[in-house]
Every structure is written in C-alpha cells, then in structure tokens.
C-alpha cells in the first residue's frame, strides 16, 4: 500500500494528490500503535511536505497539512520521525526467538517436522514483533498460541506465551535503555 501512497503523492495531477492526502489522513486514523505508523514516515513525510511547499491550491495544500499533522501525531509526534531516520536499535534474529521458545517449552515434546515448522513460524513472528517493538500481549498471543495448542495444553501454551513475551519486554528495556546510553555519550 505504502508504494501506491508515495506515487500518489508524486503525481502531477492535483486531484490524485489530493485523494492520497486524504486517504493517508483516514488510514492513519485507523492505527493504534505508534510503531506502526513510524515506520511510513520517512516513505510519506517528503512527499507531503512537498505538497505542502509547492501545492497547486490553498485546498490541496490544507488537505495535506492536515495529512501530515495525523501521521506525524500517530507516528509518535516530531521526536519519533526524527528517530526513525535512525536504524533500528536492535534486531532479533527468528533463530534467537526459536532458542527462547525451545528453552522456555523444554524437553516436554517430541521433536518432528510439525513441531519445528510450528516453532519456526512462530518464532518468525514474533522476531517480526520484537523489530517493531510491537510487545501488546494480544499480538503476541496471536502470534504463539495457535501454533502451540496443536501439540501443548492451553495451561501450557499461557505460560510459554508469557515467559517468551515477558522475556523480549525486559530485553526491549534493557536495549532501549542501553542505546540511549550510547545515544547521550556520542552527543
């Protein structure tokens, strides 16, 4: 979607930047999480601040200012779109993930194709939650328990679901705070 939003908004024709103004403004209505929005905004905040700069009508350019005001609001305001010119701080790989799953499981199951492939997706998933610093326990529930439940009990798959989310929390802190340490010492 994000490709079609940034040639909407290179277009030359008034109307079609208009009509992607508008819908960025709507589809940023509709997130909930900063992290989410973030990562759109160093795709759609050039194009818009060009719209804003050199827009054919006062209306274009209003539509658009308007545009840029919600995703930067939704995207964690200024400070968040100045970070994400950054890199990401930290990436986890899904093999690390699938260590952690494997480790928090135990050696309770059998170990076959099905098992793995489970682990492996799930452990991919939740290696993409971690990159997006996404740590809502449904997400992460969403993104473990149907996998589990088809060779662990409910009771099980809950406490593996919270051990592997509580533990990413508390890596994200001590990362974060880790990097802000390095961040303050290079200024």
Known sequence: MC???????????????????????????????????????PKLLPGLDRMIEIGASPELRSVAERARATLVRV????KAHEESNLNIAYEVRPSEVLNTLKKTIGASIKSDDFVNTSLNYSATLCSELITSRDFEVDAWDASISPYLLTFLSKDEVRRVSNAVHKFYVEFDAKNTSANAAVADVEE
């Open 3 to 41: 490709p079609l939003l940034v040639r909407g908004l290179a277009e030359r024709t008034p109307s079609i930047q208009r009509q992607t103004a508008v819908i960025i403004d709507n589809m940023c209505k509709l997130v909930e999480n900063p992290a989410h929005a973030k990562q759109f905004l």
């Open 75 to 78: 995207g964690g305001g200024e």
